[in-house]
């Protein structure tokens, strides 16, 4: 993969085009490099980026996003078919006027009519139920009074036991074999092949975003459904197995092309919001840490890493290529003058031979040299400028010996009795800022486990939501995270079409392809806001999954983390990112009048090609932002200390794909960004670092420190990937016996188990044999012994 520009993103340059250029009048070339260099300096273009990060965005944001602007006149027909149910068994009264008994008899009424096995009937009924979980929206008049009714509907719906029902219809529609051997043969498939679908997991999705929201208004007996759902929903309750399991299922079963009408895009946001409710989001993550490094008798951790990322301001981005032109002229033409006095200087200059070495032979440049090198190296250089030293013959230098003439020897490393008093500050500092993770615990344990099976005793584990899920997901797993990449590849804004691409765009193309301008932009906008959400959801589910496992068993975490690499997850999160990345966050793919619930309490305006380019007013998308942070997590998870990983970073030139996400100003992603800079930098070499000064004081300033970390000033050039080949391997034979020994039951050791070698207690137990045998007992006394001949001395023998 090419490191360079994806998307007009290369080069780390400011990009103006002709048109921009036009809007300067009377300015020339060097009056536009002058003004964009004073611009760049004070960052006046690229203000801080005003993002609170957190589990979701908000409330209306997230269930605006679960529907494509193609679906926008469902809304009324699901209105349609309440309202006309609604008139047959209730009178001329709205549903906001009746008593909670009415309410809870209407919605028993409509749990019944989705037993029918009308098919058609059936769908009305499933329309008339998501219309009330979109909050009877007919009967109100504003944004909140949706969102109340929202949520007394939602609540309601769930004491009548829909959910389940639910489950099952979701279940039928996944085994409808005609429905995908249809889809299959289709030549394009549009909205219309997935409509039952979509209904089902439109409530379904409605159901679990709602419930999962706290709010202070909330009734005592709803908070106690709440948590009765969520352990429902993270258990075996439901087709014997997790709801995300299922939903796993039905994105392996899209990729394979077995079911290509699956309208992707809903599963995954159900998946995702299944996850966030079952196991936890951010916020609960650093307290089942608390509370599991308390467990372990391990010390509390320093800090939030979360609140002390929401305390930091993002660092200036690293110089433009018209700045850095610039200054290397300038620069040129000030050594150029200098020439003559300095030519007879070199000779003096060298290192004086009588001195020893110094590990500290490295030139400092200027800080104005730092900062004009800040991106890769440009042909004009100092060495090229200057005239090189005068060469000496290797008789010329006087040799010396390095240090004492003795090597010393250490016959106790227990003790630091006699050491110098810096060395004993040294050791105290070092103990004081000991981390030890839960991981290494685990590990020390398992190796435990694995050297003595018989004496160990029975692990206990704890059947958490996370176990649970891990079980669901073990026999799959692999598959799983292969169909994730799939999908993420598809949705990728620098991925290419290709014919053997999946379709990821089922759930949104209209049955009618647009006739007018006007059309074909506002399905732009839906086909592009579409793959946005598809890579938020995908980008938080695997971050997620890799959180949590990572706490619950440190070799769950690896597991997932390996198949992920081995899927090639480290060149896809690369290939992302190997675009203009400004240009993906501040992109307006959205059209905040067709949001729901804004489109269906007010009146819609006539929609013009001018407002769609326009979009919205908002500074950036915040779920672009949100998902270019999390796949930076994902990979800063699965490259930490891992060399083989880190490697990867480098062959696949991550560097000034990275350095370019830098111009990003938000200090969370700047932070993933440096810290993955900073696992590379003793690959890259001192160059490297000589030529990014600024950036190597940003992962100074803002990443935390590991006390004995060679990050600065190791330099490991010859290093290549498979060198680490046999750590993986390692890993990868560790993770194995792991799962044989706590999940895989009929691999046990026969030689550990239990024999009972007592002839009273063997012969008196007693053993049911089968009726046949019971009745041929004659027969087979005949065959088996009677008729065979018995040598009696080599039995003996």
Same mark, same amino acid.
């Given at each position: 993969?090419?490191?360079?520009?994806?998307?007009?993103?290369?080069?780390?340059?400011?990009?103006?085009?002709?048109?921009?250029?036009?809007?300067?009048?009377?300015?020339?070339?060097?009056?536009?490099?002058?003004?964009?260099?004073?611009?760049?300096?004070?960052?006046?273009?690229?203000?801080?980026?005003?993002?609170?990060?957190?589990?979701?965005?908000?409330?209306?944001?997230?269930?605006?996003?679960?529907?494509?602007?193609?679906?926008?006149?469902?809304?009324?027909?699901?209105?349609?078919?309440?309202?006309?149910?609604?008139?047959?068994?209730?009178?001329?009264?709205?549903?906001?006027?009746?008593?909670?008994?009415?309410?809870?008899?209407?919605?028993?009424?409509?749990?019944?009519?989705?037993?029918? $096995?009308?098919?058609?009937?059936?769908?009305?009924?499933?329309?008339?139920?998501?219309?009330?979980?979109?909050?009877?929206?007919?009967?109100?008049?504003?944004?909140?009074?949706?969102?109340?009714?929202?949520?007394?509907?939602?609540?309601?719906?769930?004491?009548?036991?829909?959910?389940?029902?639910?489950?099952?219809?979701?279940?039928?529609?996944?085994?409808?074999?005609?429905?995908?051997?249809?889809?299959?043969?289709?030549?394009?498939?549009?909205?219309?092949?997935?409509?039952?679908?979509?209904?089902?997991?439109?409530?379904?999705?409605?159901?679990?975003?709602?419930?999962?929201?706290? +709010?202070?208004?909330?009734?005592?007996?709803?908070?106690?459904?709440?948590?009765?759902?969520?352990?429902?929903?993270?258990?075996?309750?439901?087709?014997?197995?997790?709801?995300?399991?299922?939903?796993?299922?039905?994105?392996?079963?899209?990729?394979?092309?077995?079911?290509?009408?699956?309208?992707?895009?809903?599963?995954?946001?159900?998946?995702?919001?299944?996850?966030?409710?079952?196991?936890?989001?951010?916020?609960?993550?650093?307290?089942?840490?608390?509370?599991?490094?308390?467990?372990?008798?391990?010390?509390?951790?320093?800090?939030?890493?979360?609140?002390?990322?929401?305390?930091?301001?993002?660092?200036?981005? /690293?110089?433009?290529?018209?700045?850095?032109?610039?200054?290397?002229?300038?620069?040129?033409?000030?050594?150029?003058?200098?020439?003559?006095?300095?030519?007879?200087?070199?000779?003096?200059?060298?290192?004086?031979?009588?001195?020893?070495?110094?590990?500290?032979?490295?030139?400092?440049?200027?800080?104005?040299?730092?900062?004009?090198?800040?991106?890769?190296?440009?042909?004009?250089?100092?060495?090229?400028?200057?005239?090189?030293?005068?060469?000496?013959?290797?008789?010329?230098?006087?040799?010396?010996?390095?240090?004492?003439?003795?090597?010393?020897?250490?016959?106790?490393?227990?003790?630091?009795?006699?050491?110098?008093?810096?060395?004993?500050?040294?050791?105290?500092?070092?103990?004081?800022?000991?981390?030890?993770?839960?991981?290494?615990?685990?590990?020390?344990?398992?190796?435990?486990?694995?050297?003595?099976?018989?004496?160990?005793?029975?692990?206990?584990?704890?059947?958490?939501?996370?176990?649970?899920?891990?079980?669901?997901?073990?026999?799959?797993?692999?598959?799983?995270?292969?169909?994730?990449?799939?999908?993420?590849?598809?949705?990728?804004?620098?991925?290419?079409?290709? $014919?053997?691409?999946?379709?990821?765009?089922?759930?949104?193309?209209?049955?009618?392809? /647009?006739?007018?301008?006007?059309?074909?932009?506002?399905?732009?906008?839906?086909?592009?806001?579409?793959?946005?959400?598809?890579?938020?959801?995908?980008?938080?589910?695997?971050?997620?999954?890799?959180?949590?496992?990572?706490?619950?068993?440190?070799?769950?975490?690896?597991?997932?983390?390996?198949?992920?690499?081995?899927?090639?997850?480290?060149?896809?999160?690369?290939?992302?990112?190997?675009?203009?990345?400004?240009?993906?966050?501040?992109?307006?793919?959205?059209?905040?009048?067709?949001?729901?619930?804004?489109?269906?309490?007010?009146?819609? /305006?006539?929609?013009?090609?001018?407002?769609?380019?326009?979009?919205?007013?908002?500074?950036?998308?915040?779920?672009?932002?949100?998902?270019?942070?999390?796949?930076?997590?994902?990979?800063?998870?699965?490259?930490?200390?891992?060399?083989?990983?880190?490697?990867?970073?480098?062959?696949?030139?991550?560097?000034?794909?990275?350095?370019?996400?830098?111009?990003?100003?938000?200090?969370?992603?700047?932070?993933?960004?440096?810290?993955?800079?900073?696992?590379?930098?003793?690959?890259?070499?001192?160059?490297?670092?000589?030529?990014?000064?600024?950036?190597?004081?940003?992962?100074?300033?803002?990443?935390?420190?590991?006390?004995?970390?060679?990050?600065?000033?190791?330099?490991?050039?010859?290093?290549?990937?498979?060198?680490?080949?046999?750590?993986?391997?390692?890993?990868?034979?560790?993770?194995?016996?792991?799962?044989?020994?706590?999940? +895989?039951?009929?691999?046990?050791?026969?030689?550990?188990?239990?024999?009972?070698?007592?002839?009273?207690?063997?012969?008196?137990?007693?053993?049911?044999?089968?009726?046949?045998?019971?009745?041929?007992?004659?027969?087979?006394?005949?065959?088996?012994?009677?008729?065979?001949?018995?040598?009696?001395?080599?039995?003996?023998?």
């Amino acid at each position: 993969m090419e490191a360079g520009g994806g998307g007009g993103g290369g080069g780390g340059g400011l990009l103006v085009n002709n048109k921009q250029r036009s809007m300067l009048p009377g300015r020339g070339r060097g009056d536009f490099i002058r003004n964009q260099r004073k611009d760049s300096e004070g960052f006046s273009e690229s203000p801080d980026l005003e993002f609170e990060y957190a589990d979701t965005d908000k409330w209306t944001a997230e269930l605006s996003e679960l529907y494509s602007y193609t679906e926008g006149p469902e809304f009324h027909l699901n209105r349609k078919c309440f309202e006309e149910d609604f008139r047959i068994h209730v009178a001329e009264q709205k549903w906001t006027e009746l008593d909670a008994a009415q309410h809870r008899a209407h919605a028993m009424r409509l749990l019944d009519g989705l037993e029918v $096995t009308a098919r058609e009937r059936r769908l009305k009924v499933a329309r008339a139920i998501l219309y009330l979980t979109q909050g009877s929206f007919g009967e109100c008049d504003s944004e909140a009074e949706v969102q109340h009714w929202m949520r007394y509907n939602v609540f309601l719906l769930l004491e009548a036991g829909t959910f389940t029902a639910l489950v099952e219809l979701l279940n039928m529609e996944i085994d409808n074999s005609a429905a995908c051997s249809s889809a299959v043969r289709k030549p394009a498939i549009s909205l219309a092949d997935s409509t039952d679908l979509r209904v089902l997991l439109n409530i379904m999705y409605l159901m679990v975003e709602t419930i999962q929201r706290e +709010d202070e208004a909330d009734r005592p007996e709803w908070r106690a459904s709440r948590e009765t759902f969520r352990t429902e929903l993270g258990s075996s309750l439901y087709n014997n197995e997790p709801i995300s399991v299922m939903l796993f299922g039905m994105v392996t079963k899209f990729c394979s092309g077995h079911a290509p009408h699956f309208p992707m895009k809903k599963v995954l946001l159900l998946l995702w919001k299944s996850i966030v409710f079952t196991l936890g989001g951010f916020e609960q993550l650093q307290t089942i840490k608390i509370r599991r490094r308390e467990g372990l008798g391990l010390p509390p951790l320093p800090e939030d890493s979360i609140r002390v990322i929401r305390n930091m301001r993002a660092a200036s981005p /690293p110089a433009s290529a018209s700045d850095l032109i610039e200054q290397q002229q300038k620069r040129a033409r000030r050594e150029h003058k200098g020439l003559i006095k300095q030519d007879n200087l070199d000779a003096f200059n060298e290192k004086d031979p009588y001195k020893a070495d110094d590990s500290r032979e490295e030139d400092e440049d200027s800080e104005e040299n730092d900062n004009a090198l800040e991106t890769e190296t440009f042909p004009l250089e100092r060495d090229e400028v200057m005239p090189p030293p005068i060469p000496h013959a290797p008789s010329e230098r006087i040799s010396f010996p390095k240090g004492l003439p003795w090597a010393p020897k250490v016959s106790d490393t227990d003790t630091v009795v006699g050491l110098p008093r810096p060395i004993h500050e040294s050791i105290r500092t070092l103990k004081q800022h000991k981390y030890i993770s839960i991981g290494e615990i685990q590990i020390r344990r398992e190796e435990e486990y694995q050297k003595t099976p018989l004496s160990g005793g029975e692990e206990e584990v704890e059947m958490s939501p996370t176990e649970l899920l891990y079980q669901g997901m073990l026999p799959s797993l692999p598959q799983y995270m292969i169909a994730l990449l799939k999908i993420l590849l598809a949705a990728a804004p620098t991925s290419k079409a290709k $014919t053997d691409s999946i379709n990821i765009l089922a759930d949104v193309l209209p049955e009618e392809m /647009p006739t007018t301008v006007l059309q074909s932009m506002k399905l732009g906008v839906d086909v592009n806001r579409h793959k946005e959400i598809i890579v938020k959801a995908i980008s938080t589910i695997l971050l997620l999954l890799l959180k949590h496992f990572k706490l619950n068993h440190i070799y769950q975490f690896e597991y997932m983390a390996q198949h992920l690499v081995f899927a090639n997850c480290i060149p896809l999160i690369l290939k992302f990112f190997n675009q203009n990345i400004m240009s993906y966050i501040t992109a307006k793919n959205s059209i905040s009048v067709l949001d729901f619930p804004h489109c269906v309490v007010h009146e819609l /305006p006539e929609l013009t090609a001018e407002s769609l380019e326009a979009g919205d007013t908002n500074q950036f998308c915040w779920r672009n932002l949100f998902s270019c942070i999390n796949l930076l997590r994902t990979l800063n998870k699965l490259t930490k200390w891992k060399h083989s990983r880190t490697m990867m970073l480098v062959v696949f030139k991550s560097a000034p794909i990275l350095k370019r996400a830098l111009k990003v100003k938000q200090a969370m992603m700047q932070l993933y960004v440096l810290k993955l800079l900073k696992v590379q930098t003793k690959y890259l070499g001192r160059q490297w670092r000589k030529s990014n000064m600024k950036t190597m004081s940003a992962i100074y300033q803002k990443v935390r420190h590991r006390l004995n970390d060679d990050w600065a000033y190791g330099n490991d050039l010859d290093a290549r990937p498979w060198d680490f080949q046999a750590e993986e391997c390692a890993l990868r034979a560790s993770i194995e016996r792991f799962n044989s020994r706590r999940y +895989d039951q009929t691999q046990s050791n026969p030689d550990f188990l239990p024999v009972d070698n007592c002839l009273q207690s063997v012969l008196g137990q007693r053993v049911e044999l089968p009726e046949d045998f019971q009745m041929n007992y004659d027969l087979w006394l005949e065959r088996e012994v009677f008729s065979k001949p018995i040598s009696w001395e080599e039995l003996l023998q």
